[in-house]
């Protein structure tokens, strides 16, 4: 029987689970399906490779109580292993194998974690799809995240000195590296292509080093950015970075983007305008409500998109308010009573008391035998 080792073979390589078994044919030279294994041979090598590489479930992992025989074959019709990870009905994060085989799928082993967070999610997913790939054998690139797992890459130096922080600004690296044994521990360099390190600052104290490492970065971010010296144009604004003023071009899509805000604008101010010239609207358009400006803003954008930003008459504007009118709504207090003078100019009432009290004061001052009445009707016409 030909069979070959799962799991990783070297730094580079791995190899899936063969559950098929072969031998060589009668020919000496080709091979032929003989068989597969047996569940818990499968399982047992999938669990293995788990746990050589961490990522086992952290509550249990299980073969399916689906499986009367552990120690059967699968079936010589078995094509495909499937994994995938979900949340529990109740509680946990799960992850379900099975397998097809000729017109049905079987379960094949569970795994849970009790953790029911996004990043526990993630984590069982991928930790599914290495089942996938190991259960559906062949020969494959090890992935880069278990790669660094198992062979963290070694740290950058140079002169003696460990690189242990970087910041790349507008494609150039900057460095900071420290060497316990040198006068001065700490340096930063400007690096190319992660091996030429040049003009090194050096410091003896890890916050100096790190304040350098930063303003060195922002330095180059700086000279990135536009001249604050050019002429400021219709397609620029004006910004302070970091202290400094700049002009910054904008984009054709940030132009129109705000062209287009300007013209929305211009169209609401347009419907608001005629509300308050109309008869019908004269009286409530003082006191706009929230629901009631959604309702200006989706007939100004109607209006635009029919009509454009040119020069349109009143009444084509009309016809889109008339389409809308049963839309507009009152305060509860404009319903509720517009004989009332606070409620006709849509105040709240103590607001309206306040009002009325600093003009008479101003007007005509009140006696305190006026101020007594003065919640009886006063002669004021208010509904102007």
Same mark, same amino acid.
């Given at each position: 029987?030909?069979?070959?080792?799962?799991?990783?073979?070297?730094?580079?390589?791995?190899?899936?689970?063969?559950?098929?078994?072969?031998?060589?044919?009668?020919?000496?030279?080709?091979?032929?399906?003989?068989?597969?294994?047996?569940?818990?041979?499968?399982?047992?090598?999938?669990?293995?490779?788990?746990?050589?590489?961490?990522?086992?479930?952290?509550?249990?992992?299980?073969?399916?109580?689906?499986?009367?025989?552990?120690? $059967?074959?699968?079936?010589?019709?078995?094509?495909?292993?499937?994994?995938?990870?979900?949340?529990?009905?109740?509680?946990?994060?799960?992850?379900?194998?099975?397998? !097809?085989?000729?017109?049905?799928?079987?379960?094949?082993?569970?795994?849970?974690?009790?953790?029911?967070?996004?990043?526990?999610?993630?984590?069982?997913?991928?930790?599914?799809?290495?089942?996938?790939?190991?259960?559906?054998?062949?020969?494959?690139?090890?992935?880069?995240?278990?790669?660094?797992?198992?062979?963290?890459?070694?740290?950058?130096?140079?002169?003696?000195?460990?690189?242990?922080?970087?910041?790349?600004?507008?494609?150039?690296?900057?460095?900071?590296?420290?060497?316990?044994?040198?006068?001065?521990?700490?340096?930063?360099?400007?690096?190319?292509?992660?091996?030429?390190?040049?003009?090194?600052?050096?410091?003896?104290?890890?916050?100096?080093?790190?304040?350098?490492?930063?303003?060195?970065?922002?330095?180059?971010?700086?000279?990135?950015?536009?001249?604050?010296? $050019?002429?400021?144009?219709?397609?620029?604004?004006?910004?302070?970075?970091?202290?400094?003023?700049?002009?910054?071009?904008?984009?054709?899509?940030?132009?129109?983007?705000?062209?287009?805000?300007?013209?929305?604008?211009?169209?609401?101010?347009?419907?608001?305008?005629?509300?308050?010239?109309?008869?019908?609207?004269?009286?409530?358009?003082?006191?706009?409500?929230?629901?009631?400006?959604?309702?200006?803003?989706?007939?100004?954008?109607?209006?635009?998109?029919?009509?454009?930003?040119?020069?349109?008459?009143?009444?084509?504007?009309?016809?889109?308010?008339?389409?809308?009118?049963?839309?507009?709504?009152?305060?509860?207090?404009?319903?509720?009573?517009?004989?009332?003078?606070?409620?006709?100019?849509?105040?709240?009432?103590?607001?309206?008391?306040?009002?009325?009290?600093?003009?008479?004061?101003?007007?005509?001052?009140?006696?305190?035998?006026?101020?007594?009445?003065?919640?009886?009707?006063?002669?004021?016409?208010? !509904?102007?």
């Amino acid at each position: 029987m030909e069979t070959k080792k799962s799991g990783i073979i070297d730094k580079e390589k791995m190899r899936g689970i063969d559950w098929q078994i072969y031998e060589k044919a009668d020919d000496g030279i080709h091979v032929k399906l003989v068989g597969t294994k047996t569940y818990q041979q499968i399982f047992d090598e999938l669990t293995e490779h788990l746990k050589e590489v961490g990522f086992v479930p952290d509550e249990y992992f299980d073969l399916s109580p689906y499986i009367n025989d552990s120690d $059967a074959q699968i079936p010589l019709d078995t094509y495909s292993f499937h994994a995938n990870a979900d949340w529990g009905e109740s509680e946990g994060i799960y992850i379900d194998i099975w397998f !097809s085989a000729g017109n049905k799928n079987v379960r094949f082993a569970t795994g849970k974690t009790l953790a029911e967070d996004i990043e526990t999610y993630v984590k069982m997913s991928r930790i599914a799809a290495e089942c996938q790939l190991m259960l559906n054998g062949g020969l494959m690139k090890i992935p880069e995240d278990i790669k660094n797992k198992l062979y963290p890459p070694e740290p950058r130096s140079n002169a003696g000195y460990t690189i242990v922080d970087s910041i790349t600004a507008n494609g150039r690296e900057y460095v900071l590296g420290i060497n316990e044994n040198a006068p001065d521990k700490y340096v930063t360099w400007l690096c190319a292509d992660e091996e030429y390190y040049t003009w090194g600052h050096y410091f003896s104290n890890a916050l100096q080093a790190q304040k350098d490492l930063l303003e060195r970065a922002l330095e180059t971010v700086n000279k990135a950015l536009p001249n604050k010296e $050019a002429a400021t144009g219709a397609d620029c604004i004006t910004r302070f970075i970091n202290g400094e003023e700049h002009q910054i071009k904008l984009t054709e899509d940030e132009l129109n983007r705000i062209w287009d805000e300007g013209d929305m604008l211009s169209a609401v101010n347009d419907v608001i305008h005629r509300l308050s010239e109309r008869e019908d609207f004269a009286g409530d358009i003082k006191r706009i409500t929230a629901e009631n400006m959604d309702v200006i803003r989706e007939i100004a954008d109607k209006f635009r998109t029919d009509r454009g930003m040119g020069d349109s008459y009143w009444y084509e504007m009309d016809e889109y308010i008339d389409e809308r009118k049963n839309d507009f709504s009152k305060s509860a207090d404009n319903e509720a009573d517009t004989t009332n003078p606070h409620k006709k100019v849509g105040m709240p009432r103590e607001e309206f008391d306040e009002m009325k009290k600093t003009l008479d004061s101003i007007n005509s001052p009140l006696s305190e035998e006026d101020c007594d009445s003065e919640d009886e009707d006063d002669g004021m016409d208010w !509904s102007g």
